[in-house]
């Protein structure tokens, strides 16, 4: 299946800042990805659909001005956690669509913690 | 909320036995279904999927049956081996041409030696 790649693996950072989450296509380019968030022990939550050179698509009760979404090439996504907060602290995961399938394969997540 | 869900959170089994890990999903509109494993700190790593026209389909070690009657979709995985302890999820696409997938709660495998 497709390999994608995160980075960073993990983060710390204060209250207040900003946080980028960058996701890479490495095997081909990737059109559609995904974010998902994931809380400890809980199953993954859809943030946003990413579509190359056009505005993401964001889940209901996820704010497109606090977590931004550039999808700029075909190969990478990124995602900004604008003024952090001790609740943002999750598990973000990204995913790329293989081709015309549905079939989703993922990174291997950013744990963001938030002090 | 949650169109997918699963009937045990937790399910121990020995090793070399063979485990059933159950889903139940309610949008009779899904039309295609995706079993994924997930280890402690990582993404979910793909294993096996099954459309819609399916009630079928099998891999390595592992295989997946769909019942579109009752919404219930289960992965069996044979000589199960303490590799394979880790947290399963079902995941479903809802065939609107949304192409985003809806997940289940989890079911976490702990493999006895």
């Known amino acids: 299946g497709a390999v994608v790649s995160q980075h960073p693996s993990w983060v710390i950072c204060k209250s207040g800042t900003s946080v980028k989450i960058e996701c890479r296509s490495l095997d081909f380019q990737a059109t559609t990805m995904f974010w998902y968030r994931q809380f400890p022990k809980q199953s993954l939550m859809l943030m946003a659909t990413s579509n190359e050179g056009s505005k993401a698509t964001y889940e209901q009760g996820v704010e497109k001005d606090k977590f931004l979404i550039n999808h700029a090439s075909l190969t990478l996504s990124t995602l900004t956690v604008t003024s952090a907060h001790p609740e943002d602290s999750s598990f973000y995961i990204c995913?790329?669509?293989?081709?015309?399938?549905?079939?989703?394969?993922f990174g291997p997540g950013t744990r963001l913690l938030v002090l | 909320g949650e169109s997918v869900g699963l009937h045990l959170p937790t399910l121990s089994v020995q090793e070399g036995d063979n485990s059933i890990i159950n889903c139940a999903y309610s949008n009779s509109a899904s039309d295609y279904f995706i079993w994924y494993k997930q280890e402690s700190g990582k993404g979910p790593q793909f294993i096996i999927d099954i459309r819609s026209n399916m009630d079928k389909r099998q891999g390595q070690r592992v295989t997946v049956l769909l019942n579109k009657t009752v919404k219930h979709l289960s992965l069996q995985i044979a000589a199960t081996q303490p590799g394979d302890s880790a947290v399963y999820f079902c995941a479903e696409n809802e065939g609107t041409g949304r192409r985003a997938l809806t997940f289940g709660s989890g079911t976490r495998l702990q493999v006895q030696p």
């Open positions: 995913s790329e669509l293989e081709g015309s399938r549905e079939t989703q394969y």
